[in-house]
């Protein structure tokens, strides 16, 4: 079974620090994402990489950066957090390739106070 | 812009009845792929089925199966015989071909399953 680890399953940050989220995949899978989830909003895309060291932007990057320098670990780093960003933070991982579904992690509920 | 609409927050179903959950989505592509993912209370979000729009026959898992209607962009799931198990959050996902495993998401329905 492909597993997907998330550092944490909760942090609580201050505004304004620098915080760093991991995530390590098992499955030598090319695709890592990040997600954020938010009631009634669903799982929207922050950020992505198909290689490492390879990063697209997905749907809401702003306040974001990623940084993937090995195959199985992709961080998210919030670079100085503002309460907004209070949210629960979802990692993924997919093999190349048509239609690979996305394997996730358990998720980290982030609180900034 | 790919979206997907899941126009039930909130869906309650009595054990061992069948349930379905809606999803519709919105492309202009001919080739694509679906997905219903579910997230139980303990947050890890599984992969529950998956559709290919080019195959007309609609997926089936155990029970757990689709009722694909592409000229619709109808993308429904049916649970049958539902358990006290089931009970979770469902989000239909849609990806085009060539982008990297971009999943497009829906906002989720909330199945309660009830005795």
């Known amino acids: 079974d492909v597993k997907v680890t998330q550092s944490s399953r909760y942090l609580v940050k201050r505004t304004g620090e620098k915080v760093f989220l991991e995530c390590v995949q098992d499955m030598d899978h090319e695709n890592m994402f990040w997600y954020r989830q938010d009631p009634g909003l669903g799982l929207r895309l922050i950020y992505f990489s198909y290689d490492v060291k390879m990063k697209e932007k997905g749907d809401i990057p702003e306040g974001y950066s990623v940084s993937r320098e090995k195959k199985e670990r992709f961080s998210l780093i919030l670079e100085s957090a503002s309460t907004n960003q209070t949210s629960m933070y979802l990692c993924?991982?997919?093999?190349?390739?048509?239609?690979?579904?996305?394997?996730f992690g358990d998720g980290t509920r982030l609180s900034i106070l | 812009a790919q979206t997907v609409t899941q126009s039930q927050p909130e869906m309650s179903v009595q054990e061992a009845e069948t349930v379905t959950l809606s999803c519709t989505y919105d492309t202009s592509e001919s080739d694509y792929y679906l997905f219903w993912y579910k997230q139980p209370p303990s947050r890890q979000m599984i992969l529950v089925i998956r559709q290919e729009a080019y195959k007309q026959q609609n997926a089936t898992e155990n029970r757990f199966s689709v009722n694909f209607q592409k000229a619709a962009k109808s993308f429904s799931l049916k649970i049958s015989d539902s358990q006290l198990g089931d009970a979770a959050m469902y989000f239909c996902?849609?990806?085009?071909?060539?982008?990297?495993?971009?999943?497009?998401f829906g906002t989720g329905t909330r199945l309660q399953v009830t005795l």
């Open positions: 996902a849609y990806l085009r071909p060539g982008t990297a495993s971009k999943l497009t």
């Open positions: 993924a991982s997919s093999q190349a390739g048509i239609g690979q579904p996305q394997h």
